[in-house]
């Protein structure tokens, strides 16, 4: 397929899904999608349009927290991202690990660091962050606060 005839076919397929669609460039596209929805446009266009699933990413809004997930199309040199908007404090959503197994990692460093609950994770344990930093303290999240007042942190997180 061709790339107008892939965002086509998204746009026709999931019409009920989609709330925008941003056709940023040749190159890339950003489709914001319904958060119940992310597991059937993934998995559609993971396993029956044959994208490869790049990376996600989280950040912390002030209405909301947003995933972009991003997906190449090799074929036809496409990005897609599709975005999703979880609005506070209800941060959950369906994990794309049933999916693909690539999705672990992530999944687990936006949780850690943000604080989304991925629904259906097989393993929600702390990747980066040391074994004694506080449950429910996410370093990313805007409200964040130092809550060691001996650690210097002048490195990152």
């Known amino acids: 397929m061709r790339r107008q005839e ?5 746009k026709e397929r999931f019409k009920e899904d989609i709330i925008d669609v941003f056709d940023k460039s040749s190159k890339r596209v950003y489709i914001e999608i319904k958060p119940e929805s992310i597991r059937k446009v993934a998995k559609y266009i993971f396993k029956d349009l ?5 990376i996600a990413s989280g950040m912390d809004g002030r209405e909301d927290m947003e995933i972009l997930y991003h997906f190449i199309l090799e074929d036809i040199n496409l990005l897609i991202s599709f975005r999703v908007k979880l609005e506070k404090p209800k941060l959950e959503i ?21 604080g989304i609950n991925f629904k259906g994770h097989p393993d929600l344990r702390k990747l980066l962050l040391a074994d004694d930093w506080p449950k429910d303290v996410y370093p990313l999240r805007r409200d964040y606060k130092e809550w060691d007042k001996k650690a210097i942190r002048d490195r990152g997180v």
């Open 94 to 114: 369906d994990s794309l690990v049933p999916v693909f197994e690539a999705a672990n990692w992530i999944e687990r460093e936006i949780h850690e660091l943000l």
């Open 6 to 10: 892939v965002l086509k076919d998204i």
């Open 50 to 54: 044959g994208a490869r699933f790049n």
